[in-house]
């Protein structure tokens, strides 16, 4: 009767079979499975992993299972005689065992998976695999990496296989970054939410690896920001991953490659092993893409109409009925806004600014009052859109609650609740203070780049004193202080290091004396 209904389900799967007999091989083999290991082994569907077992008598222990000894060979026509597609890189595995076991601490300690950013933990042994594929394939030394998001931490792996890489990490979870930054391995890191924009430093990069949301929006954001970030002769490696039993899901993921017109040079099948996923097998491609001459186009056309919702669960889902408070005349009673920014009702006649482009550049005016609409789910946003102005009073609509502000906005604004969602910002007055003036001018200048404001407002203070410090000396000053300052703007500066800038400030302005006497 067992046999039967597994010889049904093998028909019924044809040549795509081999998915059903390999989970049978594993499950006859004497061993014990759990169904998720059984779902990440095969890189088959939970669903269809399940149908399988329920035709078959198993043994249990637990959560394990196993059919019994004495049953097996009933099915040994049926097995899977020859080995899964081969792995590309499995052969060097064995060559860097030390670099697993570290990798296997750092995900074991990282930062919790946040399902509203659709996080799925891949492997250690993805991670690592990733990494040696990615110098089996291309020469690495002094070549430049960007990780569009890394809850992964590909970015690692790549630094602990290949340290003459240069590395740089754009993600819009702030854990990532100060965990990726706490392992002093010479990663860059920026905060980005990539449907505002791509950080500036995160530009000219010749290779760039994601594993982005698995929704077609969000695939496609994600593969068209890392195009963005690249040279013309870049590649773009993609992780995507479908069910057997959703073609139509993948198709549509695909078009929008197509769409970008990339050229395929490579799809490495179930490369990819997560722990959970199990709707896709736990499992997932591994494409290299080549951007064309007709790219850069196409991605500039796909981010001019880029919605927010990417995601598959939380208030920025593509099928998600929750939206953004409205932003009605009732939020700006008595305000009297110069400048809207982001989606506010037509019938408003001030004149107004897309969210993307505030965070983009400085605006050319000098409005005094701003009001700022935030949507669901961009709340990390509302600190850089703060400091993307200098307008003596900005009134933000958000979500709900607020989310808890840094303590270093402080240095600028005084902060309110007016209730329903409304945030009051009042700028403060200069402060008198050398170390609170040299920290107000970096803060106000958010799309400058801060080592630069920095370096010149130390310059400042020492002509104040009556003495001179060169640009060099300078320099020197607030590397040692902040070795992460290099050629990024305060908007794109992750907040563990926001937070760290006023005591690395003090630091600079009170070596001063030493350095200048």
């Known amino acids: 009767m067992e046999r039967d209904g597994v010889e049904r389900l093998l028909a019924e799967a044809g040549a795509d079979s081999r998915r059903l007999r390999h989970a049978l091989t594993l499950v006859c083999d004497g061993q014990w499975w759990t169904l998720s290991g059984l779902v990440r082994e095969t890189a088959t569907s ?3 992993v399940e149908a399988l077992l329920r035709e078959l008598v198993l043994e249990r222990d637990g959560d394990r299972l196993r059919v019994p000894l ?5 099915y040994q026509d049926l097995l899977a005689v020859a080995p899964p597609p081969e792995d590309p890189v499995a052969h060097l595995l064995p060559h860097y065992a030390h670099v697993l076991d570290r990798l296997t601490a750092l995900v074991a300690k990282a930062p919790r998976a946040r399902h509203v950013l659709d996080h799925v933990s891949a492997t250690p042994e993805t991670v690592l695999r990733r990494a040696l594929l990615l110098g089996a394939r291309f020469w690495l030394p002094g070549a430049r990496l960007l990780c569009v998001g890394d809850h992964d931490l590909t970015s690692l792996a790549v630094k602990l296989v290949h340290p003459g890489t240069d590395v740089t990490v754009v993600d819009v979870d702030e854990r990532i970054l100060a965990y990726i930054d706490d392992q002093r391995l010479g990663v860059r890191t920026r905060w980005a939410d990539l449907r505002l924009g791509l950080p500036a430093s995160a530009r000219d990069h010749d290779l760039a690896l994601t594993d982005p949301p698995y929704t077609p929006e969000g695939t496609g954001l994600f593969v068209a920001r890392a195009v963005e970030g690249l040279k013309d002769e ?7 991953g479908a069910s057997e039993r959703t073609p139509m899901l993948a198709l549509k993921v695909q078009q929008e490659l197509s769409e970008l017109n990339l050229a395929y040079e490579a799809i490495y099948p179930d490369f990819n092993r997560y722990f959970g996923a199990e709707a896709i097998g736990s499992a997932a491609d591994l494409y290299i893409l080549r951007p064309t001459t007709k790219t850069r186009p196409a991605v500039q056309s796909r981010l001019s109409r880029q919605a927010t919702a990417i995601y598959t669960q939380g208030p920025q889902a593509v099928e998600s009925a929750v939206s953004a408070p409205s932003a009605s005349e009732e939020s700006l009673s008595g305000f009297g806004p110069d400048l809207l920014v982001g989606d506010w009702p037509k019938e408003l006649a001030q004149p107004r600014v897309r969210l993307s482009t505030w965070l983009a550049k400085p605006y050319a005016a000098a409005p005094e009052r701003v009001a700022v609409a935030v949507p669901a789910g961009l709340e990390a946003a509302l600190p850089r859109l703060l400091l993307a102005t200098r307008a003596a009073h900005v009134r933000v609509l ?9 303590e270093v906005l402080s240095a600028v604004y005084t902060l309110s609740e007016a209730g329903d969602g409304l945030v009051d910002a009042v700028r403060l007055p200069l402060p008198p203070g050398e170390a609170d003036s040299v920290l107000r001018r970096i803060l106000d200048n958010g799309h400058a780049k801060l080592a630069n404001t920095w370096r010149e407002a130390l310059i ?6 009556g003495t001179t410090l060169t640009k060099n000396e300078a320099r020197s000053l607030i590397r040692e202080a902040a070795d992460w300052s290099d050629d990024l703007t305060p908007l794109e500066t992750p907040l563990h290091h926001l937070s ?6 003090a630091t600079t302005v009170t070596a001063l004396t030493t350095t200048t006497s």
């Open 500 to 505: 760290a800038l006023p005591a690395a400030v």
């Open 460 to 465: 400042a203070v020492a002509r104040a004193q």
């Open 234 to 240: 870049g590649r773009v490696l993609l992780a995507y």
């Open 70 to 74: 004495a049953d097996t060979p009933a």
């Open 398 to 406: 958000c979500p709900g609650s607020p989310p808890p502000l840094p």
């Open 46 to 48: 939970r669903r269809t």
